[in-house]
């Protein structure tokens, strides 16, 4: 066993986590953080004004930083849904589905690759 492979056995011992539970639990936790934010700027965009409030637009704005690098690429290439007199920004959808197809695809990579080297 290399030195390597010796201190993660002594973390797992002494700290009494494994590295693949580290893994999943920051890919978990990632996953809920960015799904928050996604559903804030679903909120935000039933009300189309810029907030008022200071602490609303620092909410907002940092929102918005998150979010748009997400979602602007995957309305690039979906348009809105044109319904009557209004539309239907289905980029949220989008990449609420492609983040739980990530975070389960990572989750199997864990759970089959990392799981079995490290504990």
Not at 13 to 31: E, K, P
Not at 88 to 104: E, N, Q
Request: hydrophobic share 55%.
């Amino acid at each position: 066993m290399t030195a390597s492979w010796t201190a993660l056995a002594l973390a797992q011992d002494y700290f009494g986590f494994s590295v693949a539970q580290l893994l999943a639990n920051i890919v978990n936790y990632a996953y809920y953080i960015l799904f928050g934010f996604i559903i804030a700027s679903i909120l935000f965009s039933f009300f189309p004004r810029y907030p008022s409030n200071p602490f609303m637009q620092a909410v907002y704005s940092a929102v918005r930083a998150v979010v748009d690098p997400i979602l602007m690429p995957i309305r690039s290439v979906i348009p809105s849904l044109k319904l009557g007199g209004f539309a239907l920004d289905l980029s949220p959808l989008v990449a609420i589905i492609g983040l739980s197809i990530g975070r389960s695809l990572l989750l199997i990579i864990i759970g089959n690759f990392i799981e079995p080297v490290t504990g």
